[in-house]
């Protein structure tokens, strides 16, 4: 019963946490939704997307490809399964960081990793541990299901009145998502170590962006950062050994 008492409240402040993200989430949504509908989905299928899938830019790539030759074959299917993986692959750095600061096991980890989203796990691991009940699965479940409903609901406006909304680009509410993860940065970089890991690997990320995909460029400057952070904490360790 106790269990019970303490998820929702917890729930609550973590679906909270992502309301300053929500205007940056709809424009998005809208414009995946106009874009499934120009393809020829229906409204129920354009949706049907986003409540299975819920994957932004996986899904930007479908509805791309429907726009381009309608369904795709066999061929088609496997080389849209391809892309998103790699569009993807960023998430297993996500559950790998995840996991240390939040072990999960059964259907919590399979819920937990359908509804993880980049703003999700940037926002749950450095607002999490400030929770007072502690980051629990509570406070992920508010986090990832707040975005997930406005992802949702967003989808169906722009499936039923996608024709009559102005150009989401012109708003300019795209910089909410990148402002917002600088916000979230900054308080971390409280030492050379994190300083220096954090510029190298934003300046990897700036030039592998120019030849990569976007989640692979995150997949490998995130393992490339951990692996330079962790050198020089051992070797300053080492140093402060033989001092």
């Known amino acids: 019963m106790s269990d019970v008492s303490a998820f929702w409240p917890a729930f609550g402040r973590g679906f909270r946490v992502m309301l300053p993200l929500w205007p940056g989430m709809v424009p998005f949504a809208v414009a995946y939704a106009v874009t499934a509908r120009a393809g020829g989905l229906s409204v129920w299928e354009t949706c049907l997307m986003s409540l299975t899938v819920f994957a ?22 496997l080389a849209l399964v391809g892309t998103t ?8 750095l996500y559950g790998l960081s995840l ?10 980890r399979l819920v937990g990793a ?19 009940g502690g980051l629990g699965v509570a406070f992920l479940l508010g986090a990832e ?13 722009g499936s039923l009145a996608g024709a009559v909304l102005p ?8 910089v909410i998502f990148p402002l917002a993860f600088l916000g979230l940065l900054v308080p971390l970089l409280d ?13 990897g990320a ?35 050994g033989r001092a």
Do not use: C, K
């Open 114 to 132: 359908q509804f993880l989203t980049d703003e999700a796990y940037g926002m749950v691991i450095v607002a999490g541990p400030r929770d007072p």
């Open 206 to 240: 700036w030039e592998l962006g120019r030849v990569l995909p976007g989640g692979v460029v995150v997949l490998l400057a995130g393992v490339s950062g951990a692996l330079l952070g962790a050198w020089l904490v051992t070797r300053r360790a080492g140093a402060q």
């Open 99 to 108: 996991s240390r600061q939040l072990p999960l096991g059964g259907w919590r």
């Open 167 to 174: 150009d989401p680009a012109v708003l300019g509410v795209g």
């Open 191 to 203: 030492n050379r170590v994190s300083v220096l890991v954090a510029v190298t690997s934003g300046l």
């Open 145 to 157: 299901l707040s975005l997930y409903l406005v992802w949702n609901a967003a989808t169906l406006l």
């Open 56 to 77: 932004g830019a996986s899904q930007f790539a479908a509805a791309g490809q429907f726009v381009a030759g309608g369904l795709p074959g066999v061929a088609g299917a």
């Open 85 to 92: 993986f790699v569009l993807n692959a960023r998430h297993m």
